[in-house]
């Protein structure tokens, strides 16, 4: 009998096991896509411009390791597909291996024939081999910058004056409001234009669970009642969050904390960073059911307009108001703007927040390594594609922007190099190089392992 019930008790464990499981195989998979896709584009990049210029591409690889899948182009090109998802590089003619070290017995047998010498990565000129590597960042730039564009053309800009589109039912709420409505006023508070003072818009609206809207409805001014216009509604989940560790889900409604009843989102602000970072006990609303989670805020730090950061207690939530603005279709040349602003403003956040890390002034926790963005990018997956599209984005911007850092066996090390060559009228001392290249090497793994650390510890 004993046998017999510890053989259905492993049994059980198992099958308690496998959402555990296949959510790791998720985040996994959604990990090894975000990450191809850049490494694509960024070696992409490579390829193509070099190609331009006319160098020869003896190897673009997926992947690093066991080669899994490849076949030879009409070039002379080999693309294949390895079995280590972590990368990928193209290997030009004259390369010795995948960081672009010189393969000294191939250049010294092209130096004899000045077409071949041409075709290769370290006899090409100084322009073009600068351009093919400057391509791969710049590659992840312009990929992000589209991304973001095409997201502001498909979400387009909100309509001016405020109008009522899709309505959030809160427990409880009146809900008289109607999509289409242009709304006035708020609780007596006239409504701001869009690029009006809304922080003060909303300090002044009454603090009670219900107010009147005064709005525009088919041509006439009428007044109506509804929910709060900033509730307790959670919109959306920051991944790696205190709310996404304590089980919060878009669409719940956080009604009390601690057991003080609450209904608007600065009432929930004053109660996270006024707790000091002790445990709070959260009831929520979910699809109609009660439910008590409890959650810890976080020290988090956050940029601030003048390039700074402070720190603020944050769970991690972005809050709704009452209705989704309707929104109006945005025009090329806004959205264009707009996506190659969001690129920029993740350039400059970044570079901000390493130099901030650097000099102590913020938690280096904030560096994430493998296992943090496997996450992110399982959270995000989960979220739809809309969020995962942006994430890769994100990591597009950033993946391009750290291959600039002048770091030798980077991209920026590599034009470092050519910037000597430009000055100096000869290229640096190839043993110079070779050191110079391991000590690139070793900085950027003793960065992974760091950065691995701060995935396990914090």
């Given at each position: 009998m004993w046998p017999q019930l510890r053989t259905q008790g492993n049994v059980l464990d198992l099958v308690s096991l496998l959402p555990q499981f296949g959510g790791l195989l998720y985040t996994i998979a959604s990990f090894v896509i975000a990450l191809s896709v850049i490494v694509a584009v960024h070696e992409y990049g490579h390829y193509i411009v070099g190609r331009w210029s006319?160098?020869?591409?003896?190897?673009?690889?997926?992947?690093?390791?066991?080669?899994?899948?490849?076949?030879?182009?009409?070039?002379?090109?080999?693309?294949?597909?390895?079995?280590?998802?972590?990368?990928?590089?193209?290997?030009?003619?004259?390369?010795?291996?995948?960081?672009?070290?010189?393969?000294?017995?191939?250049?010294?047998?092209?130096?004899?024939?000045?077409?071949?010498?041409?075709?290769?990565?370290?006899?090409?000129?100084?322009?073009?081999?600068?351009?093919?590597?400057?391509?791969?960042?710049?590659?992840?730039?312009?990929?992000?910058?589209?991304v973001f564009t095409a997201l502001a053309l498909s979400v387009g800009a909100v309509r001016d004056p405020l109008t009522v589109g899709t309505i959030i039912e809160l427990p409880g709420a009146a809900g008289e409001l109607r999509p289409g409505d242009e709304v006035i006023e708020v609780g007596g508070v006239a409504?701001?234009?869009?690029d009006g003072d809304w922080s003060a818009f909303r300090a002044q609206l009454p603090q009670t669970p219900q107010l009147d809207y005064l709005v525009l409805r088919d041509g006439q001014e009428i007044l109506v009642s509804d929910g709060y216009y900033s509730p307790t509604y959670v919109q959306q989940i920051a991944p790696r969050s205190a709310a996404s560790t304590a089980g919060l889900r878009s669409g719940d409604f956080i009604t009390a904390v601690d057991g003080a009843p609450i209904f608007t989102f600065d009432q929930l602000k004053e109660k996270v960073e006024g707790g000091g970072g002790r445990e709070l006990m959260l009831d929520v609303s979910r699809d109609?059911?009660?439910?008590?989670?409890?959650?810890?805020?976080?020290?988090?730090?956050?940029?601030?307009?003048?390039?700074?950061?402070?720190?603020?207690?944050?769970?991690?939530?972005?809050?709704?108001?009452?209705?989704e603005p309707a929104t109006e279709a945005l025009g090329l040349g806004e959205a264009v703007v707009t996506g190659t602003t969001q690129v920029w403003r993740v350039v400059s956040t970044s570079i901000s927040g390493l130099t901030h890390m650097i000099t102590g002034e913020i938690d280096s926790c904030n560096l994430s390594g493998p296992i943090g963005i496997a996450q992110v990018s399982g959270e995000t997956a989960s979220q739809g594609a809309s969020s995962f599209i942006r994430f890769i984005a994100f990591l597009s911007t950033a993946v391009g922007l750290l291959n600039l850092f002048p770091i030798p066996a980077?991209?920026?090390?590599?034009?470092?190099?050519?910037?000597?060559?430009?000055?100096?009228?000869?290229?640096?001392?190839?043993?110079?190089?070779?050191?110079?290249?391991?000590?690139?090497?070793?900085?950027?793994?003793?960065?992974?392992?760091?950065?691995?650390?701060?995935?396990v510890v914090c």
């Open positions: 006319g160098i020869h591409a003896e190897v673009f690889s997926l992947g690093f390791g066991p080669v899994l899948w490849s076949r030879h182009d009409k070039r002379g090109t080999r693309w294949q597909i390895a079995l280590l998802p972590f990368g990928g590089y193209v290997k030009f003619l004259g390369d010795a291996d995948a960081a672009s070290g010189k393969d000294v017995d191939a250049m010294a047998a092209a130096e004899a024939d000045p077409a071949a010498l041409r075709r290769t990565m370290h006899g090409a000129p100084l322009w073009a081999r600068a351009a093919t590597v400057l391509a791969g960042p710049m590659f992840n730039f312009v990929m992000s910058a589209i409504v701001p234009a869009l109609g059911n009660a439910m008590t989670l409890a959650l810890t805020p976080r020290q988090v730090d956050e940029p601030q307009p003048d390039g700074s950061f402070a720190q603020h207690w944050r769970i991690g939530i972005v809050g709704g108001s009452l209705f980077l991209d920026g090390g590599h034009l470092v190099f050519y910037a000597y060559e430009a000055v100096a009228g000869r290229p640096p001392n190839e043993r110079a190089v070779q050191i110079l290249m391991t000590v690139g090497i070793a900085m950027i793994l003793s960065l992974m392992v760091f950065a691995l650390f701060n995935d």
